[in-house]
């Protein structure tokens, strides 16, 4: 497939700078992928959409205080240092953004939310592909990255979030992801609370979110992008929702490409799920044969980027250009904090 087939064009004035109160009043733009046919409606009211003994899959990531901001030593000249991926206690993968910070160099972290300085110290160890940069802290930094940094926002964001757990979703338990699962921030108790009551089952997933998933496909073609891998787990009792679900009759719903990646990742050539605890590379590009998922909840994705080529992959690129382009006409929010997509 040909990278430029995932292009498009957006008024720049349509990418969400702020997320929408309540964030259950987000758009949602459902596509039928069998007849083609588009809906306009709100993200509440996705009630309407869903029956009983279906399952929604959650990624209950978290986003970590990722972005921090350094000195150098002993210049004192400012850069920034965003982590991507803890490799031990102490050894992380990240991106520093400033110049001359070269295998050697040492780095003290200035606190995001405390004025006295952390004394945390970090060493560069290693470079490697893209940029990115081996940092050895001089100590675990887990539990200070509350006081040491701030929530990073992609790079199209530009204005200032106000509240940090406005890039949270109402599930996020498990600390990990350097971006949010997007699709899960227009959930809220009350939604989730009539979902349940119309017997909408809840089973969730963890997929740690890398900066890579922002990152344009640069390749001419599509396939010979080198995927990111993440992290992914999905757990025995998720396992038995999905089979008692399936038993039932429902169907199995994906909250973002997150969470379809991850079922993927754990499907069998039979269709089935299994347990599974570890990296995946899955690229889906189309032409995949989905095992497992059989709608999605999804936020509009960036041209060029692995996102579009996955939903792309499940509804047909045809169709997708098409509801982009009806979302376009229409004046939906795009990106991050913009409006939702449900695929049927």
């Known amino acids: 497939m040909k990278t430029f087939e995932l292009d498009y064009d957006i008024p720049p004035e349509l990418i969400a700078q702020t997320p929408i109160e309540p964030r259950d009043a987000a758009r949602l733009l459902v596509l039928d992928r069998r007849s083609g046919a588009l809906a306009h409606q709100r993200f509440r009211d996705l009630v309407d959409y869903l029956r009983s003994a279906d399952v929604l899959v959650f990624n209950e990531t978290r986003v970590l ?43 003290r972290i200035l606190p995001a939310s405390e004025p006295a300085s952390s004394g945390v110290v970090v060493k560069v160890i290693a470079e ?31 204005q200032p979030l106000q509240d940090s757990e406005r ?123 989905f095992r497992v998922v059989d709608a999605m909840i999804t936020n509009f994705h960036l041209p060029r980027s692995t996102l579009l080529a996955l939903v792309a992959a499940f509804a047909g690129l045809g169709q997708i250009l098409t509801a982009y382009r009806s979302a376009i006409a229409e004046r939906y929010r795009f990106y991050s904090f913009g409006d939702a997509m449900l695929i049927l």
Not at 68 to 77: D, E, M, R
Not at 188 to 211: C, D, Y
Request: net charge positive.
């Open 65 to 107: 205080n990722a972005r921090l901001q350094a000195v150098k030593i002993p210049t004192g000249g400012r850069v920034e240092v965003l982590l991507l991926k803890r490799l031990d206690a102490t050894t992380w993968e990240g991106l520093v953004g400033g110049s001359g910070v070269r295998v050697g160099s040492r780095l």
């Open 128 to 158: 490697f592909e893209r940029g990115g940069r081996v940092l050895r802290f001089d100590r675990p930094i887990d539990d200070q990255l509350g006081v040491l940094g701030s929530v990073p926002l992609p790079p199209y964001i530009r």
């Open 167 to 289: 890039y949270q979703t109402i599930f996020a338990r498990l600390p990990g992801s350097v971006a949010a699962p997007t699709a899960g921030l227009h959930f809220t108790p009350g939604l989730v609370q009539t979902l349940r009551e119309r017997s909408v089952e809840m089973a969730f997933v963890e997929l740690r979110v890398s900066l890579d998933t922002f990152g344009p496909i640069l390749e001419e073609e599509v396939e010979q992008h080198p995927i990111h891998t993440e992290y992914c787990r999905v757990s025995t009792e998720t396992v038995e929702q999905i089979e008692r679900a399936r038993r039932a009759g429902g169907r199995v719903i994906a909250v973002g490409t997150t969470a379809v990646r991850t079922l993927e990742t754990a499907s069998r050539v039979d269709g089935r799920v299994a347990p599974f605890d570890g990296d995946t590379g899955l690229f889906i590009t189309p032409g995949y044969r």
